[in-house]
């Protein structure tokens, strides 16, 4: 008979074992299939368990993200794009045209002396004018940070302004 889920037909087991064992034959039929299929899935697409996990982060580093650009004086239309995912989660925030990158801190979420101290760095050498840096740019409430609860946890976010360019390769 042909599977109700491959459309390929296939042999059950025979009747009387699985009768004589108290266990539905076609249940039992179906289990294996779906492990077969399972297992199938797994040699053509290695990664595809990665890539859900990979994908459910995004999720949720976007919709943290949208949260954070409540703390920025940005047009209402302002919406977001996920660039990259390392120590942070790096986002290009559009409004018609790009107005500023925003960075998630992932891997400093939890030292914020850190991130400060990061950030203080990039003004400092701005400010010297030898290294031409993005700006930072400041909350509504005028600091050089969006700290705020998501997820049950703290998250810290800074804003950058655009500067049209190519990534270095090499």
């Given at each position: 008979?042909?599977?109700?889920i491959t459309g390929?037909?296939?042999?059950?087991?025979?009747?009387p074992y699985?009768?004589h064992?108290?266990?539905?034959?076609?249940?039992?039929f179906l289990l294996?299939?779906l492990a077969?299929l399972?297992?199938?899935?797994?040699?053509?697409?290695?990664?595809?368990?990665?890539?859900t996990e990979r994908?459910?982060?995004?999720?949720?580093?976007?919709?943290?993200?949208?949260?954070?650009?409540k703390?920025y004086?940005?047009?209402e239309?302002a919406?977001l794009?996920?660039?990259s995912?390392?120590?942070?989660?790096t986002?290009l925030v559009?409004?018609g045209?790009?107005?500023?990158?925003?960075?998630?801190?992932l891997s400093?979420a939890?030292?914020p002396?850190?991130v400060?101290s990061?950030?203080?760095w990039?003004?400092?050498?701005r400010?010297d004018?030898?290294v031409?840096?993005?700006?930072?740019v400041?909350t509504?409430a005028?600091?050089?940070?969006?700290?705020?609860?998501?997820g049950?946890a703290?998250?810290?976010c800074a804003?950058?302004e655009?500067v049209?360019?190519?990534?270095l390769?090499?």
């Open positions: 008979r042909a599977s109700p390929v037909g296939r042999t059950a087991p025979t009747m699985w009768h064992a108290g266990t539905d034959a076609s249940a039992i294996l299939e077969a399972a297992d199938r899935d797994r040699k053509i697409h290695p990664e595809s368990e990665k890539v994908e459910k982060n995004a999720a949720i580093y976007t919709r943290h993200a949208r949260e954070a650009l703390h004086r940005l047009p239309a919406r794009r996920l660039v995912v390392s120590e942070n989660a986002f559009e409004a045209r790009p107005v500023g990158i925003l960075r998630m801190y400093n939890d030292k002396a850190a400060r990061e950030l203080a990039i003004e400092a050498i400010e004018g030898n031409r840096t993005p700006a930072i400041r509504r005028g600091d050089v940070w969006a700290r705020f609860p998501a049950g703290e998250r810290i804003m950058f655009y049209p360019g190519a990534e390769q090499g």
